[in-house]
């Protein structure tokens, strides 16, 4: 089975702080993604990365950035955490660009 | 750009039953694909059933089916015989083929299995 780990369940950070989320993916997979979740939105996708120190912009990428340095693990930078950041932040990985996201089980981040 | 429509934030069924989920989408293009996603309380996503845009043959996983219209852009996931562990969040996806499988997501229905 496909195992994608997240390495916070839940993580409480002051404004202004700079914030890194970690997600590691064990099954050599091409494409990683970073999503928010907020009730009433549904799933929005931050940045994704397709390769190694490749990385694209998705539909919110305003307030972060993020980092590929090795295959297997992809960062999510908030550079100056907000208060409006607070949310549950999910990752995902896929082999190629025909197959399906597998996810990792969250984290419930609160900027206070 | 896409989008995806969930029109029904709750439902509630009862055990054994049968209960139909909706979502339309909206895309120009011809060859896609089409996924049902349940997030438990436990909070990971799991993929429920998987529909590819040039099959006619509507999806089936067990007590899961899709009444897939593509010609109305609409995408139903079907639960029979609902167990209390059917209960979840629901997220209907569209992907464009060869986009670094990027989801475009509903924002979800809740369903509540009751006994």
Redesign the interface.
């Known amino acids: 089975d496909v195992k994608v780990t997240q390495s916070s369940r839940y993580l409480v950070k002051r404004t202004g702080e700079k914030v890194f989320l970690e997600c590691v993916q064990d099954m050599d997979h091409e494409n990683m993604f970073w999503y928010r979740q907020d009730p009433g939105l549904g799933l929005r996708l931050i940045y994704f990365s397709y390769d190694v120190k490749m990385k694209e912009k998705g539909d919110i990428p305003e307030g972060y950035s993020v980092s590929r340095e090795k295959k297997e693990r992809f960062s999510l930078i908030l550079e100056s955490a907000s208060t409006n950041q607070t949310s549950m932040y999910l990752c995902a990985s896929s082999w190629d660009s025909n197959q399906p996201q597998h996810f990792g089980d969250g984290t419930r981040l609160s900027i206070l | 750009a896409q989008t995806?429509t969930?029109s029904q934030?709750e439902m509630s069924v009862q055990e054994a039953e049968t209960v139909t989920l909706s979502c339309t989408y909206d895309t120009s293009e011809n060859n896609y694909?089409l996924?049902w996603?349940k997030q438990p309380p436990?909070?990971?996503?799991?993929?429920v059933i998987?529909q590819e845009a040039y099959k006619q043959q509507n999806a089936t996983e067990n007590r899961f089916s899709v009444n897939f219209q593509k010609a109305a852009k609409s995408f139903s996931l079907k639960i029979s015989d609902s167990q209390l562990g059917d209960t979840a969040m629901y997220?209907c996806a569209f992907m464009n083929?060869?986009?670094?499988?990027?989801?475009?997501?509903?924002?979800?229905t809740r369903l509540q299995v009751t006994l």
């Open positions: 995806v969930q934030p694909y996924f996603y436990s909070r990971q996503m799991i993929l998987r997220f083929t060869g986009t670094a499988s990027k989801l475009t997501f509903g924002t979800g």
